[in-house]
């Protein structure tokens, strides 16, 4: 399964700050691409899991646990 997830980071914070978070987002198993968006979100990442579960574990678990992640929406791959 594979994903893409929009990631906000909070308000008011610095570029060094999205740019932390990124370097954080690297670090997770699971992520294969990171990057800096202008727009509504800061952040697309591209996610890899065997399954569902796993894909929405790595996303609630390791992703939002991180600071400064606002907010997250997650794209599942289809076709």
């Known amino acids: 399964m594979?994903?893409?997830v929009l990631i906000?980071?909070?308000a008011g914070e610095s570029w060094n700050f999205?740019?932390?978070v990124s370097e954080e987002v690297?670090?997770?198993n699971g992520v294969k691409e990171v990057h800096g968006v202008f727009g509504r979100y800061d952040l697309v990442?591209?996610?890899e899991a065997k399954t569902l579960e796993a894909l929405g574990n790595?996303?609630?678990d390791?992703?939002?646990g991180i600071k400064g992640v606002?907010?997250?929406e997650t794209l599942v791959i289809g076709f």
């Open 58 to 60: 790595l996303v609630t």
């Open 45 to 47: 990442v591209k996610i």
């Open 62 to 64: 390791h992703i939002r």
């Open 26 to 28: 690297r670090k997770i």
């Open 2 to 4: 594979e994903a893409f």
């Open 8 to 10: 906000r980071v909070g």
């Open 70 to 72: 606002i907010s997250t």
């Open 18 to 20: 999205a740019k932390t």
